[in-house]
């Protein structure tokens, strides 16, 4: 997959908030090698099992077959862990937070940009604790760091939860996961933080001597999104015109489009455009001026509006005599979304376009939401759920089943379960497969 430079501004922005919230919650960002030892993959055994299909492997180099295979990276817990075990000694060295942002592959049969690809761009979380206590709050406190990203910034409510046993990340204990509804009603899996437990410590013997002079294995975490929460932008908010992106995101927010015949009134348009453009700059709006003369100011509303940039500015001879000029928002088509007779006097205007990317960021969410809600239903058979699974819903109930039944809902009906969201509604609830009473909710959903 080939990234062009307005989808990777979107990754960029994705990257600068992000990583202000793990510095902010103490993380230090490392880098740690593409190649692994194909035996670092294979000490952790649930890991391998869980990885094997997925792996890439290098067998030469040099021109020479090399003794041992590399993998080439299909995530870091592994060489992560090899270089802990060297660098923990005592409980003085803990905790140990790290965040590498890095390029991974994994060797996906059916490859769709953005949500599967060969290859992709993530940030990878690494923690080591000297309790289990400190791990599983690490664990939940990044999960709730992505969907605080999710929803204010991405404007895409997400359902945050735990994975099944089934469903968990291969070598942990626990994994918790956001849980985002696209517009064909399938569930995407936004972003995972794992609480490992002592599973990696133990196969690479990562340990410490606590405070009594005790040898202890570490407890660790791991957590990652990638620029699959670009394809989730794209399929919650898109539209049949194109991208809708929320301003908070979106690497142009206003675009300016001047409007005049070839030579009449021509200068006096492009001053007015250029003087918004300056306005709108200087108080820190992303926006851009296109002024390029090819192309007629229809062809440049499908452009923009194509690319989903937030807010459009047109501006043409009747709006300079008036000192206005016409605001459209991409979220609301056609005459809905405009209002004329903007003035462009520049504290005015200001507050005129902060104030609508704050709307529309705003909308964007309330729209997303809605349709997430009226497509989640209650059910309290498995006859219920096959029938809100085969009419495109999320089915929500309770669940005491085994694995294996987990399983056969997967094979009959393709729906997994997504989570057992943290929001749990109030009790009783009985297992849709068994009858039996259940001490949890869970949502069954296809998904990507």
């Known amino acids: 997959m080939v990234i062009r430079p307005y989808g990777y501004a979107i990754w960029e922005a994705i990257q600068r908030w992000l990583d202000v919230r793990f510095k902010e919650t103490g993380h230090e960002n490392a880098y740690f090698p593409q190649l692994i030892p194909y035996s670092f993959i294979t000490k952790e055994a649930s890991h391998v099992e869980g990885f094997a299909p997925e792996l890439a492997l290098v067998t030469m180099g040099g021109g020479k077959v090399l003794e041992e295979p590399l993998v080439v990276r299909p995530t870091s817990e592994t060489i992560v862990n090899h270089m802990f075990s060297q660098w923990i000694q005592s409980y003085r060295d803990l905790p140990l937070l790290m965040n590498q ?10 490859t769709r940009p953005f949500i599967r690809t060969l290859e992709f761009l993530w ?13 599983e709050a690490e664990a939940v406190q990044m999960i709730n760091v992505y969907r605080e990203f999710a929803e204010d910034m991405a404007a895409m409510p997400v359902v945050v939860g735990r994975k099944s046993r089934v469903e968990s990340f291969a070598g942990a204990n626990c994994t918790y996961t956001i849980e985002a509804m696209m517009g064909d009603k399938k569930a995407l899996q936004a972003g995972t933080s794992h609480n490992l437990g002592q599973n990696f410590a133990k196969a690479f013997e990562t340990t410490f001597l606590d405070e009594t002079g005790e ?15 670009i394809g989730g932008i794209i399929m919650t908010h898109g539209d049949d015109t194109g991208l809708r992106l929320p301003p908070a995101l979106a690497p142009v927010q206003v675009i300016v489009v001047p409007i005049s015949q070839k030579n009449k ?5 492009a001053a007015a455009a250029a003087d918004i453009v300056r306005v709108l700059k200087a108080a820190g709006v992303r926006v851009k001026l296109d002024d390029d003369t090819r192309n007629s100011p229809g062809w440049k509303f499908n452009h923009w509006e194509m690319k989903g940039v937030p807010v459009r500015i047109e501006v043409g001879p009747k709006d300079v005599a008036a000192g206005a000029c016409v605001l459209a928002r991409r979220d609301r088509p056609g005459k809905e979304g405009k209002e004329f007779g903007v003035s462009v006097e520049a504290a005015s205007l200001v507050a005129k376009v902060t104030g609508a990317l704050d709307d529309v960021q705003a909308t964007l969410f309330q729209q997303a939401k809605a349709f997430r809600d009226e497509n989640i239903v209650d059910v309290s058979s498995y006859d219920e759920l096959k029938a809100a699974v085969e009419a495109g819903k999320w089915a929500r109930g309770g669940w005491e089943a085994s694995d294996d039944e987990e399983k056969r809902v997967k094979e009959e009906t393709g729906a997994t379960i997504r989570c057992f969201p943290f929001d749990q509604p109030p009790g009783p609830h009985t297992c849709l497969m068994t009858g039996q009473p259940a001490k949890e909710v869970c949502i069954f959903a296809k998904s990507y």
């Open 123 to 135: 940030q990878e979380g690494h923690t080591a604790h000297a309790t289990a206590a400190e791990a």
């Open 101 to 110: 942002w890095a390029n991974v592959h994994r060797w996906e049969m059916r």
């Open 215 to 229: 040898k202890q294995f570490v407890h660790q975490s791991s957590w990652g999104v990638s620029t699959r929460l």
């Open 265 to 269: 009134d021509k200068e006096s348009v």
